[in-house]
């Protein structure tokens, strides 16, 4: 593929990436509106399907409830800007460049989202997913990234992100916040979503200070596998939400 300026605008603006954009940007303004935005901070990125490397980002210093396909950035795997009108923060490369070129994940979101972010200040550092049914969706898909090395501010940290990885769809990542991965976009915000309601529902009984009662492993890697055959919600729900937030 041409690396010319011609080319990455023409991309730009196919129909396909446009939909990519649009996708991306109504997955922002659907986690601005559930609470799980922080500030201008933190992003959300899909690859472009054609194994170029590129890929879609939120732009710098917007919130994200006013982000839409318009706003949308894309860059190369190097982290060099190569459309949209709006400017590139350069910290958002680090996690995500290296999310997709080491993890080979497609869409990457990253939040510092409360009650996930919360469970990764404990012992455990993530969820544990033998407690409520929406926990068990993420039986044998996370991993806890216990090594917190101060802000993401060169390669070498994201790529050892990615690494620790170990290939989870969801990273814990201590002190720090969670990576929600997927090969779509309508799959990966109903997963964010979802993780953060089992967090958020796992930190509310912890509160009570009782015994919390979880169930046996196997049970919950089968409702695990019962959830992930009905993908089919993700997909309306993400529909709904374009429906609600729609300009």
Not at 76 to 92: F, I, M, N, S, Y
Not at 93 to 121: D, E, F, N, S
Not at 224 to 236: A, N, P, V, Y
């Amino acid at each position: 593929m041409s690396d010319s300026p011609t080319t990455h605008d023409d991309d730009f603006h196919s129909e396909s990436v446009v939909r990519l954009r649009e996708d991306l940007a109504l997955a922002l303004r659907a986690a601005s509106f559930h609470g799980l935005s922080e500030g201008v901070c933190n992003h959300f990125s899909v690859e472009l399907p054609d194994g170029s490397g590129r890929f879609l980002l939120n732009p710098r210093g917007l919130l994200w409830e006013e982000v839409y396909a318009d706003d949308i950035v894309m860059v190369d795997a190097q982290g060099q800007q190569l459309a949209g009108r709006h400017p590139v923060e350069p910290t958002a490369m680090y996690i995500h460049a290296a999310i997709h070129q080491i993890a080979g994940k497609a869409c990457v979101l990253h939040t510092h989202m409360p009650y996930a972010t919360a469970l990764t200040l404990t012992r455990a550092r993530a969820l544990d997913t033998t407690l409520s049914q929406n926990a068990m969706r993420f039986h044998g898909r996370t991993v806890a990234d216990e090594q917190y090395n101060g802000l993401a501010l060169d390669t070498s940290e994201g790529e050892r992100i990615a690494r620790a990885m170990q290939g989870a769809d969801i990273a814990f990542l201590g002190n720090h916040g969670v990576v929600v991965c997927s090969h779509r976009i309508d799959y990966a915000y109903d997963d964010l979503y979802m993780l953060e309601r089992a967090c958020m529902m796992q930190v509310l009984a912890m509160s009570t200070g009782q015994d919390l009662m979880t169930v046996d492993p196997k049970l919950a890697a089968t409702t695990g596998h019962q959830i992930d055959s009905e993908r089919l919600q993700s997909t309306l729900f993400f529909e709904a939400l374009r429906r609600k937030l729609k300009s």
